[in-house]
């Protein structure tokens, strides 16, 4: 069942947070809903603008309704992850989207609430929640990159200011952690302080972590040793996840680590079976390691067995 963010932080703020996880092909999508079905958690699917444009949108829309059939017992929302405002307003007319999040968090604070405001009047006009970013994460995502830097974390005066001017639902905050691979450089920490001081300035207020991969050494290591040259760093402890989820946080973004997953089971693949030419081999394979690695950051996030709580109150 498609549902808005909405409801589903309805039902976990101050509790526990929602995973939010990208999805760019079947493989994904079906270990997706298998690891939520598996751990009976509610779940975002995220769709980024470079997903739309590398499997084409319509083939992931396609792939989603029909997970969705598959899977009846699943309770989930669909957001644009890291929209431009032309991907925003595309995805809101498109009807599938229950939720977009317009990331100008790279302009100018007067800039940011503008296109913001404009993002937040189109959706809501048509029942869509949105999610947007102040502050500046460190790393690479989409359109947007910030040099470690430049990286700058969110302000709790300037974040009231920005919710008012623009009613958005959730907010993006910037707390420590980063984007994608830029974790390979460092360690990240989250900082618990800032994070107080939004909660305490928006009461309520659904917060949302992005970069929040923990980039398992395990799985580090086991690429390296089937041929890959990753630099050793981590991301974020997910055991802080729970603490996180008390002060606000109702949503967490996680997609580098499930890259990581689908790298090692390849890799090891190749090099331990040559012979293999068969895509379905570690795809099989994949399908059911992403679905236990979904299951494992359920728990984590504290959403895991509260998929039936979330059916009563819907």
């Known amino acids: 069942m498609i549902v808005t963010t909405k409801e589903l932080f309805k039902h976990a703020y101050g509790k526990y947070a929602v995973g939010a996880y990208n999805i760019n092909n079947l493989e994904q999508t079906m270990g997706l809903f298998r690891g939520n079905i598996d751990s009976k958690a509610p779940f975002i699917l995220q769709i980024s603008k470079g ?72 959706a809501h006009a048509k029942g869509i929640v949105v999610e947007a970013e102040l502050g500046m994460l460190g790393g690479v995502e989409e359109h947007v990159s910030v040099a470690e830097a430049d990286a700058k974390l969110t302000d709790p005066d300037e974040a009231k200011e920005f919710v008012r001017l623009t009613n958005v639902d959730s907010l993006a905050c910037a707390i420590g952690t980063s984007h994608g691979a830029f974790k390979f450089s460092g360690g990240q920490s989250i900082h618990f302080n800032v994070l107080d001081e939004l909660q305490k300035r928006l009461p309520g207020l659904p917060l949302v972590m992005h970069g929040s991969s923990s980039v398992p050494q395990e799985e580090v290591a086991r690429i390296n040793a089937a041929g890959g040259d990753l630099k050793g760093a981590r991301g974020v402890d997910e055991n802080q996840f729970a603490r996180a989820a008390g002060l606000g946080v109702t949503k967490v973004n996680i997609d580098t680590d499930g890259r990581l997953v689908w790298c090692r089971v390849h890799r090891e693949m190749f090099r331990d079976k040559p012979e293999v030419f068969d895509l379905r081999k570690p795809g099989t394979i994949f399908m059911a390691e992403y679905a236990r690695f979904i299951a494992h950051k359920n728990e984590k996030l504290g959403s895991a067995g509260k998929l039936d709580e979330v059916r009563a109150i819907l």
């Open 51 to 122: 997903a739309r444009s590398y499997a084409d949108k319509r083939m992931l829309e396609a792939m989603i309704r029909m997970a969705d059939e598959i899977f009846p017992e699943s309770i989930l929302a669909v957001h644009l992850d890291h929209g431009d405002e032309e991907t925003c307003y595309e995805c809101i007319e498109s009807g599938f989207y229950s939720s977009v999040m317009i990331d100008a968090s790279h302009e100018p604070f007067e800039q940011n609430v503008e296109i913001t405001k404009k993002v937040v009047d189109a």
